[in-house]
């Protein structure tokens, strides 16, 4: 189809906000950090120093075994999602994205209030210890964190399967094994793969959980990036590892958009499940079993940061940790108090959601039924791909100055935690206005609406639960990002997650833990105000 005359130009304002406030700065740092090392060859010598060839393989070593233990256990779990209707389905499909509107911090911790020297399991089973520190535990937590988004995938694929081409292989003769085979399984594959890459990509750009759990033996690329940014004051060296790191991530990321693409062809295909679950057919029960033990596993994790604040320590008694969350002694350790360090939290996620959501409106329009949605997608994805450290620290670098000096701190905040919101809340606006018929539409601009007061008028108002999806995961990534937030802030601009970060690297256990059992509530609390009234909010 011919793109609508001027569509093109509503995707100018995305597009410039991710140059002026990614590429260019990111470029220029680059440019600047290859010829300070010496062209290529200096480039060559720092790429072959072995820890950063260490970091290296322990981004794919990491991404690869998340990837691969997400999608084994997704999968089953988004089989029986997707397939299977049961009473609080919808509401299930909402609350699997729990996990990814927290900031990984929080998983950090419950694993290690679970499975460390002093955690819950550790003195009820001798194995439990090995899960609690080094890359068992990254692991773990990269699970926790993204196997959610597996299932919803793997269950987007069932959705989207022909119903046609199931009913006919049936009509034939075919097993229920011929027509997994044949129809309804091949798109489940699409969506488990596009989950796996996605955890991939996300398990090899971490960055908190390295530093906590197990420290630089196990740094992935962003964390080697930050340490020689930051503590060994090699700046040239760092953007050199990034400018690596986004060609090395290029192909996933690409793969991932391709497959992201393939879950969106033919929405119109979808379909509510009307299989019910049988008591008398073992695959069912093994699917649901798998689905309770994948849900009973990911609400443990949070539950132990919430026993934890709660639960007395030593010689202190229950809810100790909360009234120590809330002492002078906090607020000097941190530099502000907790209530100004929410505060900023959430102005600055309520901004970047803002900003997120408005370019997102356009951009889905200008990309309406077009090829272009990958590669646009690809441009929003760059940002992730050079790593919010060196995202950080080219704002920093490029438009501190400009914007006067350390005053301007919390502007560039919040136009990082857009950037990195702006991917996901394309894909989650795009989704479902790709599925919707143009009929409505058609009868705006017949009876003289322009195309995109159409668009407004007929197709945002029927993606509803798309615009909710998309504000909500740009809030949510806004509320719990770490990584770039780190290494802007000054002390008067703190954010709730980076003083939990601090609290946890003090080794100051329960007052962590109290920190992030108020994240874990804020999140709860979003999340059921905008699931309130019957809305569900799904990927």
């Given at each position: ?162 119903r046609d081409l199931e009913e006919s292989v049936a009509t034939l003769g075919g097993s229920p094994a011929r027509a997994y085979l044949d129809g309804w399984g091949r798109p489940t594959w699409v969506g488990a793969a596009a989950g796996g890459l996605l955890t991939f990509l996300f398990s090899a750009l971490s960055f908190a959980p390295p530093l906590l759990l197990c420290g630089a033996r196990c740094y992935t ?319």
């Open positions: 189809m011919t793109p609508p005359r001027g569509a093109v130009g509503l995707s100018l304002p995305v597009l410039a906000f991710v140059v002026l406030f990614a590429l260019l700065p990111v470029a220029v740092l680059f440019a600047t950090s290859l010829a300070d090392s010496g062209g290529l060859a200096g480039a060559g010598a720092l790429l072959a120093d072995p820890l950063n060839r260490a970091a290296v393989g322990n981004s794919l070593e990491q991404g690869a075994l998340s990837a691969a233990l997400a999608v084994a256990l997704g999968y089953p779990a988004g089989l029986f999602v997707g397939r299977f209707d049961f009473p609080g389905r919808g509401l299930l499909r909402s609350v699997l994205l729990v996990p990814f509107l927290l900031p990984s911090l929080i998983v950090v911790l419950g694993v290690e209030d679970l499975f460390s020297s002093g955690g819950l399991f550790a003195s009820t089973s001798a194995g439990a210890g090995v899960l609690g520190s080094g890359v068992p535990a990254i692991v773990l937590v990269n699970l926790v964190f993204n196997l959610p988004l597996v299932v919803l995938l793997t269950a987007t694929g069932c959705e989207v399967a022909s690329v962003e964390a080697r990036i930050w340490s020689l940014d930051t503590v060994l004051l090699q700046p040239a060296a760092a953007g050199v590892l990034a400018l690596a790191m986004l060609l090395l991530f290029l192909l996933p990321t690409l793969g991932y958009l391709w497959l992201a693409r393939g879950l969106r062809a033919d929405p119109g295909r979808r379909r509510r499940p009307t299989r019910r679950v049988s008591v008398h057919r073992p695959v069912d029960l093994a699917l649901a079993a798998e689905t309770l033990a994948v849900l009973g596993g990911v609400a443990a994790v949070l539950a132990a940061v919430l026993f934890r604040t709660l639960a007395p320590s030593g010689s202190e008694g229950a809810g100790a940790a909360w009234a120590s969350l809330f002492s002078p002694a906090t607020t000097a350790r941190l530099g502000l108090s907790v209530p100004a360090a929410v505060g900023n939290t959430l102005v600055f996620a309520v901004a970047a959601a803002g900003i997120a959501v408005l370019l997102t409106v356009p951009a889905a329009f200008a990309t309406l039924g077009r090829r272009s949605r990958t590669s646009l997608g690809l441009v929003l994805f760059l940002p992730l791909l050079v790593s919010p450290v060196v995202l950080a620290f080219a704002l920093a670098t490029f438009w501190r100055p400009i914007l006067g000096g350390e005053g301007s701190v919390w502007v560039l905040v919040i136009v990082s935690q857009a950037m990195l919101a702006l991917p996901f809340a394309l894909q989650a606006l795009a989704t479902p206005l790709s599925g919707l018929p143009a009929a409505s539409r058609e009868a705006a601009q017949t009876l003289g609406a322009s195309r995109f007061s159409a668009f407004l008028d007929a197709d945002l108002p029927r993606a509803r639960d798309g615009l909710v999806t998309a504000a909500l995961l740009a809030f949510a990534l806004g509320l719990g990002e770490f990584t770039a937030t780190f290494f802007l802030v000054t002390p008067r601009f703190t954010t709730l997650p980076v003083a939990l970060y601090g609290l946890a690297n003090a080794r100051q256990t329960p007052v962590a833990d109290a920190a992030a059992g108020l994240l874990l509530l804020i999140a709860l609390a979003v999340f059921v105000a905008l699931s309130a009234g019957g809305r569900r909010v799904e990927l």
